[in-house]
């Protein structure tokens, strides 16, 4: 009797189905051409098998991925896109060639060895990007932003702030009675100006609009407009919203006046030497609605920009649709690893 195997199925002409032995079907299938996935090949994979037939592969793709072999236990990243921590390009590694004799372990290390000289230099965005401490963002960058000298300041923007409160203090005293302009409007409110001209005023059609919570983060935003935006013959409109209650005093309007002059005053002292001719007007107001109050000064100024800081977008101007730039300034705040958070 024969080595083969049958079941007991026929086929359409009367004969018996024949199931070969596994040697036997394996030499079949080699010399039919077929294609064969035996278990040394579905482990080996598909690249390793053209390596051993002498194919070439026409591709010019090339692995991208960089270090995989670090994260192979990194649990985290195995259902994710990349299969890697994005935080690992800021910790470059130095290359370690592969000692081994195995043939296996060469044509592992092989994605590892193809890669671009691009993927080597990394950004300094790239590096910000994926940290979320500002203390790694200091360390890897060894940059403060507070020791920035503003284009019309001659010291840092640090140097601006810590000077404020005795400047403030010294001048107070010296200061003349100011007359503030005060007008009722319409169901109860009511509204302060002032206007503060320096050298020939504006000479410009050039203005901002800067809405204030009269803050430490709106001092800085005023700091970083007087100091980086305006130039000479340009108009500030320092607006200052003082709620919606139509029962604030006149007192109180004309202390935000006062607050928001001295502030002006010392901005102008710091940058006395580059900004010669100015107009700032200020404006301490009530309205029930300063969102269309906003539109509409904007609409009949047409500024070249509405700045505010962060905290009052995320607060009163929240969902607020501007029809010309924004520019939102957020003061940095200080971290410390033991104190945390603070101004």
């Given at each position: 009797?024969?080595?083969?195997?049958?079941?007991?199925?026929?086929?359409?002409?009367?004969?018996r189905?024949?199931?070969?032995?596994?040697?036997?079907?394996?030499?079949?299938?080699?010399?039919?051409?077929?294609?064969?996935?035996?278990?040394?090949?579905?482990?080996?994979?598909?690249?390793?098998?053209?390596?051993?037939?002498?194919?070439?592969?026409?591709?010019?793709?090339?692995?991208?991925?960089?270090?995989?072999?670090?994260?192979?236990?990194?649990?985290?990243?195995?259902?994710?896109?990349?299969?890697?921590?994005?935080?690992?390009?800021?910790?470059?590694?130095?290359?370690?060639?592969?000692?081994?004799?195995?043939?296996?372990?060469?044509?592992?290390?092989?994605?590892?060895?193809?890669?671009?000289?691009?993927?080597?230099?990394?950004?300094?965005?790239?590096?910000?990007?994926?940290?979320?401490?500002?203390?790694?963002?200091?360390?890897?960058?060894?940059?403060?932003?507070?020791?920035?000298?503003?284009?019309?300041?001659?010291?840092?923007?640090?140097?601006?702030?810590?000077?404020?409160?005795?400047?403030?203090?010294?001048?107070e005293?010296?200061?003349?009675?100011?007359?503030?302009?005060?007008?009722?409007?319409?169901?109860?409110?009511?509204?302060?100006?002032?206007?503060?001209?320096?050298?020939?005023?504006?000479?410009?059609?050039?203005?901002?609009?800067?809405c204030?919570?009269?803050?430490?983060?709106?001092?800085?935003?005023?700091?970083y407009?007087l100091?980086?935006?305006?130039?000479?013959?340009?108009?500030?409109?320092?607006?200052?919203?003082?709620?919606?209650?139509?029962?604030?005093s006149?007192?109180?309007?004309?202390?935000?006046?006062?607050?928001?002059?001295?502030?002006?005053?010392?901005?102008?002292?710091?940058?006395?030497?580059?900004?010669?001719?100015?107009?700032?007007?200020?404006?301490?107001?009530?309205?029930?609605?300063?969102?269309?109050l906003?539109?509409e000064?904007?609409?009949?100024?047409?500024?070249?920009?509405?700045?505010?800081?962060?905290?009052?977008?995320?607060?009163?101007?929240?969902?607020?649709?501007?029809?010309?730039?924004?520019?939102?300034?957020?003061?940095?705040?200080?971290?410390?690893?033991?104190?945390?958070?603070?101004?």
């Amino acid at each position: 009797m024969s080595n083969q195997k049958s079941i007991l199925l026929t086929v359409p002409d009367g004969t018996r189905t024949v199931l070969l032995d596994e040697p036997q079907r394996r030499h079949s299938l080699a010399d039919a051409g077929g294609v064969q996935f035996d278990s040394e090949q579905l482990e080996r994979g598909r690249s390793r098998v053209k390596a051993a037939r002498g194919i070439k592969s026409n591709s010019g793709s090339r692995s991208r991925s960089r270090n995989p072999s670090s994260i192979r236990h990194e649990e985290f990243l195995k259902w994710t896109v990349l299969k890697r921590d994005p935080s690992m390009r800021l910790h470059k590694r130095p290359h370690v060639g592969s000692s081994g004799n195995s043939a296996d372990e060469d044509e592992e290390d092989e994605d590892e060895e193809e890669e671009d000289l691009d993927d080597d230099q990394v950004s300094d965005e790239e590096q910000v990007s994926d940290v979320e401490n500002d203390l790694e963002i200091d360390e890897q960058m060894h940059y403060d932003m507070g020791t920035r000298v503003l284009p019309n300041y001659a010291v840092s923007i640090n140097e601006v702030l810590a000077s404020a409160g005795s400047w403030i203090s010294t001048h107070e005293s010296q200061e003349k009675t100011q007359d503030v302009s005060f007008t009722k409007l319409p169901g109860g409110f009511s509204r302060c100006c002032q206007l503060l001209s320096r050298g020939k005023g504006a000479t410009t059609r050039r203005s901002f609009v800067l809405c204030t919570d009269l803050t430490t983060e709106s001092h800085y935003a005023l700091t970083y407009v007087l100091g980086a935006l305006l130039n000479n013959g340009d108009t500030l409109y320092i607006v200052h919203w003082d709620g919606k209650q139509p029962s604030t005093s006149r007192e109180t309007l004309e202390q935000g006046i006062k607050s928001l002059r001295q502030q002006v005053l010392h901005k102008l002292d710091c940058a006395s030497a580059s900004i010669q001719d100015l107009d700032v007007v200020l404006l301490s107001l009530t309205h029930p609605y300063p969102k269309h109050l906003l539109g509409e000064m904007i609409y009949a100024l047409q500024p070249i920009a509405l700045c505010c800081s962060l905290s009052l977008v995320l607060t009163t101007l929240q969902n607020f649709v501007c029809s010309v730039p924004t520019l939102v300034i957020r003061k940095k705040l200080k971290r410390s690893k033991r104190k945390g958070i603070s101004d």
